[in-house]
């Protein structure tokens, strides 16, 4: 089965930065589009960015202008730069694949999800 595996992730002050990557298995083929979630202590999963068939990326409010993701597809590797950090974005991140046809946006559109990554934002 095919696998995506995060990294990246750890503990930085407000205003600081990270970057996570995320690497994808061979055996995930096909034409593919990655994604980024997230999701904080007892909040639900939310979508933070992710690549469209166009190989554009699309960004959640809450981070549009503060992260930027990117996909290789040489490399079968997804980046998320995260800059301008806030308390309010700590949570644990994950990337996931779907197949580029169905909707980025959509939780549900996704087949493929790493294990997730602790991200945590001092204030």
């Known amino acids: 089965q095919g696998q995506l595996v995060a990294s990246g992730g750890g503990s930085v002050q407000a205003g600081g930065s990270l970057r996570l990557s995320c690497a994808a298995s061979?055996?995930?083929?096909?034409?593919?589009?990655m994604g980024w979630f997230r999701q904080a202590t007892g909040k639900e999963r939310e979508g933070v960015a992710y690549i469209g068939s166009d190989g554009k990326p699309t960004y959640a409010d809450s981070v549009k202008g503060r992260f930027t993701s990117s996909q290789d597809n040489t490399k079968n590797t997804l980046s998320l730069q995260m800059n301008s950090l806030k308390f309010e974005d700590t949570a644990v991140y994950y990337c996931?694949?779907?197949?580029?046809?169905?909707?980025?946006?959509?939780?549900?559109?996704?087949?493929?999800w790493g294990q997730g990554t602790q991200v945590t934002v001092s204030s």
């Open positions: 996931a694949a779907r197949l580029c046809f169905f909707n980025g946006s959509r939780e549900a559109s996704y087949g493929w």
């Open positions: 061979e055996n995930i083929y096909g034409d593919y589009c």
